[in-house]
């Protein structure tokens, strides 16, 4: 079946610094993916739908600035979490879309945990 | 994508059958029912999905009623590493790239 991939799946890093992540999808284009954050014994909260060759589509409430999404290829999207801070620490999942003919699936990474000193 | 309300949790014995109910009273008819399951520390992973007949396949299957209203999805021989928590989703089929937003879930704990 078709597999979206994260990198890193975990990573430690210092306040102030900024972190990305990234998610391919592994055997299928995917012009839209979708990003989440989840913490712990919570749902997954959709973050922003990453759509490639042009900006991102934010929830309301996420910072743009703070959460910078690009999405240059089809296979392709990072997100870059800027200064970041301990309230930032979270697991991050991204997702992509695959269509194909009389089915449509949402296919997940494995997630990424981000832990803020 | 229309809301959907689960149970919190379910408990169920290793071997038996887990039935797990969604209510989506507002959903829409070009919205399909789609499940998620969700192991601690792991990325969502599909069960299955369906519009208005009873689906099945390996993992499980998916009864929706009449009216689509509500939706059961059933593991008919729960194993342990069955537990996790489960998502109802509403979403549209045909246009790609809509977003998909997910309810607390169900959490499953199946005992031995």
């Known amino acids: 079946g078709a597999v979206v991939s994260q990198h890193p799946s975990w990573v430690i890093c210092k306040s102030g610094t900024s972190v990305k992540i990234e998610c391919r999808s592994l055997?299928?284009?995917?012009?839209?993916m979708f990003w989440y954050r989840q913490f712990p014994k919570q749902s997954l909260m959709l973050m922003a739908t990453?759509?490639?060759?042009?900006?991102?589509?934010?929830e309301q409430g996420v910072e743009k600035d703070k959460f910078l999404i690009n999405h240059a290829s089809l296979t392709l999207s990072t997100l870059t979490v800027t200064s970041a801070h301990p309230e930032d620490s979270s697991f991050y999942i991204c997702?992509?879309?695959?269509?194909?003919?009389?089915?449509?699936?949402?296919?997940f990474g494995e997630g990424s945990r981000l832990t803020v000193l | 994508d229309a809301k959907t309300t689960q149970p919190p949790s379910m408990d169920c014995a290793e071997g038996r059958a887990a039935n797990l109910p969604c209510n989506h009273s507002t959903i829409s008819g070009n919205e399909y029912v789609y499940w998620y399951r969700q192991i601690h520390s792991q990325g969502p992973q599909y069960i299955i999905h369906g519009l208005k007949n009873n689906e099945t396949n390996e993992m499980a299957s998916l009864i929706i009623t009449e009216d689509r209203k509500s939706s059961t999805l059933i593991l008919p021989h729960a194993t342990l590493r069955d537990t996790a928590v489960y998502y109802c989703i509403v979403r549209e089929r045909e246009t790609s790239g809509s977003r998909l937003t997910f309810g607390e879930g169900t959490q499953l704990t199946v005992n031995p």
């Open positions: 997702s992509a879309d695959l269509m194909r003919t009389g089915n449509r699936e949402l296919f």
């Open positions: 055997d299928f284009q995917a012009t839209t």
């Open positions: 990453s759509n490639e060759g042009s900006k991102a589509t934010y």
